[in-house]
Nanobody, 117 residues
Framework: QARLVQSGGGSVHPGGSLRLSCAAS????????IGWFRQAPGKERETIVC????????WYDDSVKGRFTVSRDDLKNTVYLTMNNLKPEDTATYFC??????????WGQGTQVTVSS
């Protein structure tokens, strides 16, 4: 499976937006489901978004539903997570993985998202 390389993230004020990318290096994301996870300090890693590898269907955790949107561009071997109306409680390290399970074995390196005023 391809190595997953993340980009994006940073610091924004509440209500701001960010876009995270998860790109396949040395391979393809075709037909792979991709999961997005986040882990805040002192908390367990949680699954927040999953996009299917077959039909592009997506699942969102209630905490991000309506604010986050996942998409994939298989020509660019990249999955995107667009995050709008960010809240302080969204502050965490965000990870993508090559499946929609915390037990995934192929992970991106993680990227920090900080939401503060």
């Amino acid at each position: 499976q391809a190595r997953l390389v993340q980009s994006g993230g940073g610091s924004v004020h509440p209500g701001g937006s960010l876009r995270l990318s998860c790109a396949a290096s040395g391979g393809t994301l075709d037909y792979y489901a991709i999961g997005w996870f986040r882990q805040a300090p002192g908390k367990e890693r949680e699954t927040i978004v999953c996009i299917s590898g077959s039909n592009g269907g997506a699942w969102y955790d209630d905490s991000v539903k309506g604010r986050f949107t996942v998409s994939r561009d298989d020509l660019k071997n990249t999955v995107y997570l667009t995050m709008n109306n960010l809240k302080p409680e969204d502050t965490a390290t965000y990870f993508c993985a090559g499946e929609c399970s915390p037990a995934a074995t192929n992970w991106g390196q993680g990227t920090q998202v900080t939401v503060s005023s």
